[in-house]
Nanobody
Framework: QVQLVESGGGLVQAGGSLRLSCAAS????????MGWYRQAPGKQRELVAA???????NYADSVKGRFTISRDNAKNTVYLQMNSLKPEATAVYYC?????????WGQGTQVTVTS
């Protein structure tokens, strides 16, 4: 079992930055793919960024060049640095840990970007 706890969400003006954190309950980065997803009201959950155990990254087209996913193995924590935020980024952001068909989710953290 893995527990994921997100933090760092909040209210920010358009053009601003936030850094989300996701702390895992144990060391999993050597095997799990970590991801950040978001779900806006009335919309489906979508992948924002992913980081494989080997260090490869993948980003949604809408955030490329502005968001960065990274991890600190010593702290069992994965981050999502979000720069140049736009109002359409407003959503609940979820951290995920995936290994084959097994997926763990965090409880989510709200990000609200005002225009």
């Amino acid at each position: 079992q893995v527990q994921l706890v997100e933090s760092g969400g909040g209210l920010v003006q358009a053009g601003g930055s936030l850094r989300l954190s996701c702390a895992a309950s144990r060391s999993i980065f050597s095997t799990f793919t970590m991801g950040w997803y978001r779900q806006a009201p009335g919309k489906q959950r979508e992948l924002v960024a992913a980081l494989t155990s080997g260090g490869s990254t993948n980003y949604a087209d809408s955030v490329k060049g502005r968001f960065t996913i990274s991890r600190d193995n010593a702290k069992n924590t994965v981050y999502l640095q979000m720069n140049s935020l736009k109002p359409e980024a407003t959503a609940v952001y979820y951290c995920s840990a995936k290994l084959f068909t097994l997926t763990y989710w965090g409880q989510g953290t709200q990000v609200t970007v005002t225009s």
